[in-house]
């Protein structure tokens, strides 16, 4: 590649990174005190509808296998 | 080379002001909001079911959405089709190549898919009329290995590759829809949001992207680790992102807050981190780790809660059923374990 091409293809990366670094440094933020809050209250929401953090009853638990039952 | 030291300089500025952007709305961290809730107790799961059949390292594992059904690939040259109930096999797939590195199931159920060293992603169709599980599509383009790949529908995948692009194909006439380029190292591992609008890739750039798949951009980049993220996935409201990564640590990202909230580590603890799996809640972090076992973490409070020690060998992937009722983990040491 002769110095002319790298050097153009340099600068069309360097172009890249900066037309996507605009894109990046113009959203919109919200502030982290929102943002623990909106994640501590989805997990307090759901907390008890998950299976591996509430424990699953013996019975209703699909894949743990029923022993026989002897009927004395 | 004038426009060079401009573009150079413009660049770091905008660098600087994303990082006093990010400054400006951190007006607490996590680890103080959470700081009045209680740390969930002990969590200790059992193996279930163990998935034996694969004669060789397994390196993927994916859940059907039906929650009862998972595929896995092995370098053994096969994907597995597992009733995870039964232990059955319900199909046993044998693979034109045998170094595979990630599988995926259609949420339709009516396929599956994979690829690895081949740089190729492979579709099957499990539902053929004849009862034969046949190749679909084979999706060539990638110029490096196939790390991870995940529909989107029956008609759409995305596939994240060693050549630092992920792509979006069209699966029906097996080519690529969009290329999204950007990362500057090996992307290892990608996500779908739970809106199936968005995407984010880990990398060897140490670095997790955000991609809006409809208008093809990156949105934003996340930094902070020290070396490969080898693992990525969304906290289940799709408002954050979890990585896990050579490091040994993994971190939790906010997507609105643009930033980093908590970092999940250990002095003990001092290999890589290979997969991860959030709960349905997103209260437990669920990761694998070089050293054979899973952590499982207090995903608010970022502390260990629990520990799934029982494969011989590193633990190379896993997943939580969507109904949340169950973990699987794949491991080298060719087992597949169910755990709750």
Redesign the interface.
């Given at each position: 590649m002769s110095s002319k091409m790298q050097s153009s293809n340099n600068i069309a990366h360097a172009r890249r990174t900066v037309q996507q670094l605009r894109i990046e440094a113009s959203i919109e933020r919200i502030k982290v005190s929102k943002a623990s809050a909106d994640l501590m209250h989805y997990c307090g929401e759901h907390a008890k509808y998950d299976p591996l953090l509430m424990g699953i009853p013996a019975s209703e638990n699909p894949f743990k296998d029923k022993k026989p039952c002897t009927i004395l | 080379?004038g426009?060079?030291e401009e573009?150079?300089k413009?660049?770091d500025n905008?660098?600087d002001?994303?990082t006093e952007?990010?400054k400006?709305?951190?007006?607490?961290?996590?680890q103080e909001?959470?700081a009045g809730?209680t740390l969930?107790g002990r969590?200790q799961?059992k193996t279930?079911?163990t998935l034996r059949g694969h004669l060789a390292k397994i390196y993927a594992m994916h859940w059907g959405t039906d929650t009862?059904l998972c595929v896995s690939a092995s370098q053994d040259g096969k994907l597995i089709v597992w009733d995870?109930?039964t232990t059955n096999k319900v199909n046993a797939i044998p693979l034109k190549s045998s170094w595979v590195m990630t599988c995926a199931y259609a949420p339709s159920g009516n396929m599956v898919a994979c690829g690895g060293l081949d740089n190729m992603c492979s579709i099957y169709n499990l539902k053929g009329k004849d009862g034969n599980v046949k190749v679909m599509r084979e999706l060539a383009a990638h110029t490096g290995y196939l790390s991870c790949c995940r529909f989107l529908s029956d008609s759409e995948i995305i596939t994240s590759s060693g050549d630092c692009t992920c792509i979006l194909w069209d699966i029906e006439t097996g080519t690529e829809k969009t290329i999204f380029a950007?990362h500057l190292g090996d992307c290892m591992s990608l996500a779908v949001s739970p809106d199936f609008k968005m995407f984010i890739s880990g990398a060897c750039d140490f670095t997790a992207k955000l991609w809006d798949i409809r208008e093809a951009?990156?949105?934003?980049?996340f930094s902070g680790h020290e070396s490969d993220i080898n693992a990525i996935g969304f906290?289940?409201?799709g408002?954050?992102v979890i990585t896990g990564s050579d490091d040994a640590t993994c971190k939790l990202y906010?997507l609105?807050?643009?930033?980093e909230?908590i970092t999940y580590q250990d002095s003990g603890i001092m290999c890589g981190v290979t997969s991860l799996a959030p709960?349905?809640?997103?209260?437990?972090l669920?990761a694998g780790y070089d050293d054979f076992n899973v952590n499982i973490w207090d995903?608010?409070k970022a502390e260990r809660v629990g520990v799934l020690a029982g494969h011989d060998n590193r633990v190379s992937c896993i997943g939580?059923s969507s109904?949340?009722?169950?973990?699987c983990t794949g491991s080298w040491d060719s087992f597949l374990k169910?755990w709750?």
């Open positions: - | 080379m426009e060079m573009l150079r413009e660049a905008l660098k002001q994303i952007a990010r400006v709305v951190q007006d607490t961290t996590l909001a959470v809730t969930v969590v799961l279930r079911k009862k995870t109930l950007g951009t990156c949105r934003q980049t906290f289940p409201n408002n954050a906010d609105r807050a643009d930033q909230l709960s349905l809640s997103g209260r437990l669920l995903m608010l939580v109904d949340g009722m169950a973990c169910i709750n």
